[in-house]
Nanobody, 115 residues
């Protein structure tokens, strides 16, 4: 079973920053589009950002200018730098990898932004 290992969640005040990390097996990482989704209580899971295997990025409108996704191919790790956090960013953030139309998911990491 493929495991994606997320880290970096936590509690932060509004306006603060957090950086999430997600490590994946090399066999998956190098060929995958990597990304982050989030799910707030009572809401559907939604895409936050994604980055292709060659570094092309895509962001949800609600995070443009605040969040940055990046990948370190030497470490098989994708990052999500989150700045200017808002209370509405509070959610469980899930790492995912898509390779050949197959999706792999992490277990999620909680991000809580206090007012």
């Amino acid at each position: 079973q493929v495991q994606l290992a997320e880290s970096g969640g936590g509690l932060v005040q509004a306006g603060g920053s957090l950086k999430l990390s997600c490590a994946a097996p090399e066999t998956i990482f190098r060929l995958s589009t990597m990304g982050w989704y989030r799910q707030a209580p009572g809401k559907q899971r939604e895409l936050v950002a994604m980055i292709s295997s060659v570094g092309i990025t895509n962001y949800a409108d609600f995070v443009k200018g605040r969040f940055t996704i990046s990948r370190d191919n030497a470490k098989n790790t994708v990052y999500l730098q989150m700045n200017s956090l808002k209370p509405e960013d509070t959610a469980v953030y899930f790492c995912y990898a898509r390779m050949f139309s197959v999706d792999y998911w992490g277990r999620g990491t909680q991000v809580t932004v206090s007012p």
